[in-house]
């Protein structure tokens, strides 16, 4: 699995970002795609999930606030992030497939919301 994540940078809360997620070596539109995050710290939480027909999931921390979506023509995943909270800071992964079976397999991106 190749995943290369983009787009994470410093924002002041209450603030939004894309994050992108670029996919090579599998066949990307057969899977469903998940967004992960780790703070300092602290173990890796689920953000978000998109199935390979386009439904997508959010845990209540970020529902209202994050949307992921994927462009299967270009094999991106994105997710877009308003309303940033302090406590969204954090080391942002991509990941082929969700729940027990999602792999992650890039470096991540940072993102930091500070004032």
Not at 6 to 28: M, N
Not at 64 to 72: K, L, M
Not at 102 to 115: H, I, K, P
């Amino acid at each position: 699995v190749q995943l290369a994540e983009s787009g994470g940078v410093s924002v002041q809360p209450g603030g939004s970002l894309r994050l992108s997620c670029a996919a090579s070596v599998f066949t990307f539109h057969y899977y469903s795609m998940s967004w992960y995050r780790q703070a300092p710290g602290k173990g890796l939480e689920w953000v978000a999930s998109i199935s390979n027909g386009g439904l997508t999931k959010y845990p209540d921390s970020v529902k209202g606030r994050f949307t992921i979506s994927r462009d299967n023509a270009k094999r991106k995943l994105y997710l877009q992030m308003n309303s940033l909270k302090v406590e969204d800071t954090a080391v942002y992964y991509c990941a082929k497939g969700d729940g027990s079976d999602a792999v992650r397999g890039g470096q991540g991106t940072q993102v930091t919301v500070s004032s």
